[in-house]
């Protein structure tokens, strides 16, 4: 690992865990040995971050020197804490964590009353576990070509279960109630198609990129389905996910 990134580790890894946090856990979290750990917290403390504590005692980030300060109202730290702890429900783990990760930077930068006020929030989300179907293709790499704006080829089983192989350019990700689904514009059909993820059955990367277009096209795609952006990708008459195939 990169030197860089593993310090970026151990500042999120400070952040995040609730202090004092041992040697050892911090470690764990950044996959080093524990003689390198105590090399990078003394690496960070010469780059200015304000660390307490010792080896067999525990670590206190008590001074971030790479978030500036922030502020925010009671009811916009309960709007975000809430917001962050959905994305449990969503059953992507990796998002899940990136939003904790996410938050803990914003906490560090919090007054010490408001970061009291966010690890004691009132709000919270809640629903009845869901049996979600799980993705056999890589979600992250449906991400990056949503961000990179390049195509993919997949091999896709609709809900009739034909099977059939075509290059899409992927428009974005929805979590529905009962799975992921992708907006995207087909080159085989030449037009939008609305895909169940964990349908996907293969997927690699494809051969055009629709660089900058990705904008317009979602534009496209929501004024095809006659609904608003929030709702995009899913059928106002009766509820169910649009077209396949």
């Known amino acids: 690992m990169a030197r860089q990134d593993r310090l970026m580790r151990l500042m999120d890894a400070l952040r995040r865990i609730p202090a004092p946090v041992t040697a050892a856990r911090l470690a764990a979290e950044t996959e080093v040995s524990p003689r390198q750990l105590y090399r990078d917290i003394a690496t960070l403390r010469a780059g200015g971050a304000l660390i307490d504590g010792a080896a067999g005692v525990g670590y206190t980030l008590t001074e971030d020197p790479v978030l500036p300060p922030q502020s925010f ?10 917001g962050i702890s959905s994305l449990d429900h969503l059953g992507d783990p990796a998002l899940a964590r990136a939003g904790r990760d996410a938050m803990a930077r914003i906490v560090a930068t919090l007054p010490d009353r408001q970061a009291r006020q966010a690890m004691h929030t009132v709000l919270r989300s809640w629903r009845p576990s869901e049996q979600r179907p799980a993705p056999s293709v890589d979600v992250d790499a449906l991400y990056r070509a949503c961000w990179d ?11 009739s279960e034909r099977v059939t192989e075509r290059e899409i350019w992927p428009l974005g990700l929805s979590f529905a109630p009962d799975t992921l689904t992708l907006a995207a514009f087909c080159l085989k059909r030449q037009d939008y ?15 055009t990129s629709f660089r900058p277009r990705r904008v317009a096209l979602l534009r496209g795609f929501v004024v095809s389905r006659g609904t608003p952006p929030a709702t995009a990708g899913r059928d106002p008459a009766d509820g169910r996910t649009g077209a396949e195939g």
Do not use: K, N, S
């Open 193 to 207: 198609r609305v895909f169940h993820v964990p349908r996907i059955e293969a997927m690699q990367e494809g051969t």
């Open 149 to 159: 704006e390049v195509g993919v080829r997949i091999r896709y089983r609709d809900q």
């Open 73 to 82: 109202t009671r009811l916009e730290i309960e709007a975000l804490m809430l």
